[in-house]
C-alpha cells in the first residue's frame, strides 16, 4: 500500500482551507469529507445567507461557499472521498486511517470534523420546517440578519452561552427571552448579572419551548411552564438554541487527548499530542467556532503539516 504525504479527515472551513494550503504545497492530500456520519462540506451545509464571511459584502449561501472551497481544493490537485472514517490507528508510524471504503496509510493526519450544536426535538425546529428559517444554533453567526431585527426572539438554555447570546442579540431585537426549565440559571454569577441588568432581557424561567410555528419563517412559540403546565403563546421572530456542542471526536475511541469531547492542541499551533497529527476548525475550538476562524485553523494545520513533513524528509 503506498503511503500519503497527508490525510484530512473532516471537510468545511477548516478541512478545506487544510487541503488547498497542502495541496498548493504538493502535498497531494486526500480528504475525507465524510458523508453518513459527519456532513459533507459540514454545518455551513445547513445555513442559508452566510453574512460575516469577509470578500462577500453581499453575503452568499453556504453550500455555494463550502462548493467553491471544495472546487479550489481539487484545483490544486487535493483527492475529496465523500466516504467516513470509520477507525484511526496512531499507535504506529505510518498512521492508518480506516474509512468506510478506503484504508490509507500517511505519514500526517489533519483532523478537522467540526462541531454539532446540540438541538432539543421541538416540534418546527428541525430541517424541513424552521430550521435556518428563524429557527439556528449561533447567534453570532445568524443574529444580525434582516429576519431578527426589531423582533421578540427567545434563546433556549440557562448557561454562559445562553446568556452571552441573548446580550448580543440585544443589538438587534425589540427584547430577547431566555427560556429556561429551571428557577436558576447555569451561568456563572458575573455572566448571570449580565442578564438582570439588561432591560431587553426577560427570563422566563420553569419553562420550555414546545412548539415553534409560523407560515415561511417563525412566527410564534408555545411555551409550557413546567410548574404550573400552562401553556402559552407568544409572538416570536427567531429561536435559539444555546445548550452547547458535541465536537465530533468518537472515532477517535479516546486515542488522542480530549477536554471535554475537544480535541487538545498545543496554544497558538494546531499540533495534537501525538507527532504529526493536527488539528482545525472546531473540533479543536470550544470558543470561537465561526467559519473564519475555522478556516484560519485549517491554514495552520496544513503549515504545520508541512512543516513537519520536511523536517523528517517525508515531502515529495
Not at 453575503?59 to 471544495?70: A, S, Y
Amino acid at each position: 500500500m503506498d503511503i500519503q504525504n497527508l490525510v484530512i479527515i473532516g471537510s468545511g472551513p477548516a478541512g478545506y482551507s487544510a487541503a488547498i494550503y497542502a495541496a498548493r504545497a504538493n502535498l497531494a492530500p486526500i480528504v475525507f469529507e465524510g458523508f453518513l456520519k459527519g456532513l459533507l462540506g459540514g454545518q455551513l451545509m445547513t445555513t442559508t445567507d452566510v453574512e460575516n464571511f469577509p470578500g462577500f459584502p453581499e453575503g452568499i449561501l453556504g453550500p455555494v461557499l463550502m462548493e467553491n472551497m471544495r472546487k479550489q481544493a481539487i484545483k490544486f490537485g487535493s483527492i475529496c472521498l465523500a466516504e467516513d472514517v470509520n477507525e484511526v490507528d496512531f499507535s504506529k508510524r505510518p498512521f492508518k486511517i480506516i474509512g468506510s471504503k478506503s484504508t490509507f496509510l500517511t505519514h500526517a493526519v489533519i483532523l478537522a470534523t467540526g462541531a454539532e450544536a446540540k438541538k432539543l426535538n421541538i416540534k418546527g425546529s428541525n430541517e424541513g420546517e424552521f430550521w435556518q428559517r428563524g429557527v439556528t444554533a449561533c447567534a453570532i453567526c445568524d443574529g444580525a440578519a434582516p429576519i431578527f431585527r426589531s423582533k421578540d426572539l427567545f434563546v433556549i438554555g440557562g448557561g454562559d452561552s445562553a446568556v452571552e447570546e441573548a446580550v448580543f442579540l440585544t443589538k438587534y431585537a425589540k427584547k430577547v427571552f431566555i427560556v429556561h426549565r429551571r428557577d436558576v440559571l447555569k451561568a456563572s454569577k458575573i455572566m448571570a448579572e449580565r442578564a438582570f441588568k439588561n432591560s431587553k432581557i426577560e427570563i422566563l424561567w420553569n419553562s420550555e419551548v414546545i412548539e415553534i410555528l409560523g407560515t415561511d419563517f417563525v412566527e410564534e412559540v408555545l411555551i409550557k411552564n413546567n410548574k404550573t403546565n400552562t401553556i402559552e403563546s407568544r409572538k416570536a421572530g427567531g429561536v435559539f438554541f444555546a445548550i452547547g456542542h458535541s465536537p465530533n471526536t468518537e472515532f477517535l475511541k479516546n486515542r488522542l487527548q480530549l477536554k471535554n469531547g475537544y480535541i487538545v492542541v498545543e496554544k497558538g499551533t494546531s499540533k495534537t499530542h501525538i507527532k504529526g497529527v493536527f488539528a482545525a476548525g472546531d473540533v479543536q475550538d470550544p470558543i470561537y467556532r465561526q467559519a473564519i476562524t475555522a478556516a484560519g485553523s485549517g491554514c495552520m494545520a496544513a503549515l504545520d503539516a508541512e512543516k513537519y513533513l520536511s523536517e523528517m524528509g517525508y515531502t515529495i
